[in-house]
Antibody, heavy 122, light 111 residues
Framework: EVQLVESGGGLVQPGRSLRLSCAAS????????MHWVRQAPGKGLEWVSG????????GYADSVKGRFTISRDNAKNSLYLQMNSLRAEDTALYYC???????????????WGRGSLVTVSS | QSALTQPASVSGSPGQSITISCTGT?????????VSWYQQHPGKAPKLMIN???NRPSGVSNRFSGSKSGNTASLTISGLQAEDEADYYC???????????FGTGTKVTVL
């Protein structure tokens, strides 16, 4: 089955770290760029970060630049998001999404996971 | 990168047609033919409805159509049905550094 499954979310205190994972199956993972998109409670979608098929091109939204690090392990068909110095405003459902291109310029996302909830609160 | 502008809500009666606008700039919507639209029902992941401005993926109803003029893209839902009640988000490619931006989202209500 073609799917993305996120894990690693939870409740974390401000200033602490958390690492999200996304397990891909049913398609050739290393043929595609991958992204993280988040949605704060009751709010809209926000692109967070993306990574090309070979990890040579990486991008971050200004809101997370310097705090979050995206990475992938093609041998394990997995995508990761290391989140440091977490803030209350990082509270959101984090979706893993597949690009239709290999270098983040495919133009859209054709597969989404169900999301992993991150809550930043003391 | 600022979010693309969408109306907060649009409503229509069953069978009617509605149009959702998505306004950006020449750096996103106006600069690329890479506008996509996503439908999101409560508690569900987004679902691709339109890609590349007007292409409808396999399995998406032909009641959904997309277009673009200048810096504004549009999603039209014709023959509105109860199941179309959901949130809709546009998205545009913006270049290689921060490649994607989403719209503010539109809640569609079927009266």
């Amino acid at each position: 089955e073609v799917q993305l499954v996120e894990s690693g979310g939870g409740l974390v205190q401000p200033g602490r770290s958390l690492r999200l994972s996304c397990a891909a199956s049913g398609f050739t993972f290393d043929d595609y760029a991958m992204h993280w998109v988040r949605q704060a409670p009751g709010k809209g979608l926000e692109w967070v970060s993306g990574i090309s098929w070979n990890s040579r091109s990486i991008g971050y939204a200004d809101s997370v630049k310097g705090r979050f690090t995206i990475s992938r392990d093609n041998a394990k068909n997995s995508l990761y998001l290391q989140m440091n110095s977490l803030r209350a405003e990082d509270t959101a459902l984090y979706y893993c999404a597949k690009d239709i291109g290999y270098d983040m310029s495919g133009g859209y996302f054709d597969l989404w996971g169900r999301g992993s909830l991150v809550t930043v609160s003391s | 990168q600022s979010a693309l502008t969408q109306p907060a809500s649009v409503s229509g009666s069953p069978g009617q047609s509605i149009t959702i606008s998505c306004t950006g700039t020449s750096s996103d919507v106006g600069g690329y033919n890479y506008v996509s639209w996503y439908q999101q029902h409560p508690g569900k992941a987004p679902k691709l409805m339109i890609n590349d401005v007007s292409n409808r993926p396999s399995g998406v109803s032909n009641r959904f159509s997309g277009s673009k003029s200048g810096n504004t893209a549009s999603l039209t839902i014709s023959g509105l049905q109860a199941e179309d009640e959901a949130d809709y988000y546009c998205s545009s490619y913006t270049g290689i550094t921060t490649p994607y931006v989403f719209g503010t989202g539109t809640k569609v209500t079927v009266l």
